[in-house]
């Protein structure tokens, strides 16, 4: 499938690229650029999609940059670009991979299919505030959009020991096909950080990421 979704947020100057994964596993090979200890490593990865998820994010850079160039990870497993200042963050399902690239600002991103059940995100991630904002015709997409705002917000403030719902507030929305959304993050000296996030929804997946 190649690209399947170029964004460019022009009043954040990010990028935002999503691939749809239909490749095989070799089709992949061949379109990503993969250091040979790092092929080793994924070759070592039992789960076909997760090799395939791990390529396709190479093969997505790739085409975003128009070039070669080499992902690696912190000790944190935060990702970055070798060579470059360019900040990045990625998230994948078995079919997409996502990432969003901004040159001075950190980002955050996450992508999730609605097949999947969020009601386990009620218990441990959402605050009694979220839960009685829960809209119980649509609370699955809802508690999709909490569970990506807030996966979002933690790989932007990349810290350690996050309480998802005590420490990210989400505010009151309405799902809708695309939208924004406001958070904070409350670090644990008590210091509060206001958050802006966009969410777009396509073929049964929500994609939320976070700029700045």
């Known amino acids: 499938m190649a690209l399947y979704l170029k964004k460019e947020l022009e009043e954040s100057r990010s990028v935002v690229g999503?691939?749809?994964?239909?490749?095989?596993?070799?089709?992949?090979?061949?379109?990503?650029?993969?250091p040979a200890d790092e092929m080793e490593e994924i070759s070592f990865i039992k789960s076909e999609s997760l090799r395939k998820q791990r390529l396709a994010v190479r093969?997505?850079?790739?085409?975003?940059?128009?070039?070669?160039?080499?992902?690696?990870?912190?000790?944190n497993g935060k990702p970055y670009l070798e060579n470059t200042v360019t900040n990045i963050s990625i998230s994948h399902t078995d079919k997409y991979v996502?990432?969003?690239?901004?040159?001075?600002?950190?980002?955050?991103?996450?992508?999730?299919?609605?097949?999947?059940?969020?009601s386990a995100?009620?218990?441990?991630?959402?605050?009694?505030?979220?839960?009685?904002?829960?809209?119980?015709?649509?609370k699955n997409e809802q508690l999709a959009i909490y569970w990506c705002a807030k996966e979002a917000i933690f790989k932007r403030i990349s810290a350690y020991n996050v309480d998802f719902a005590e420490q990210?507030?989400?505010?009151?929305?309405?799902?809708?096909g695309e939208g924004e959304l406001e958070a904070t993050f409350i670090h644990k000296d008590g210091y509060e950080e206001e958050f802006e996030l966009e969410y777009i929804t396509f073929d049964g997946h929500i994609l939320v990421w976070v700029v700045g």
Not at 22 to 34: M, P
Not at 126 to 138: G, M, Q, V
């Open 18 to 34: 999503v691939w749809q994964i239909t490749e095989t596993e070799e089709e992949l090979r061949k379109l990503g650029s993969v």
């Open 59 to 75: 093969a997505l850079l790739c085409e975003l940059f128009g070039e070669k160039v080499y992902l690696s990870h912190h000790d």
């Open 98 to 118: 996502a990432v969003i690239l901004n040159d001075t600002e950190d980002v955050g991103i996450d992508i999730e299919s609605l097949a999947r059940d969020f």
């Open 121 to 138: 995100v009620e218990r441990k991630a959402l605050s009694e505030d979220e839960i009685d904002d829960l809209d119980d015709d649509k």
């Open 168 to 176: 990210i507030e989400v505010e009151r929305f309405r799902p809708r």
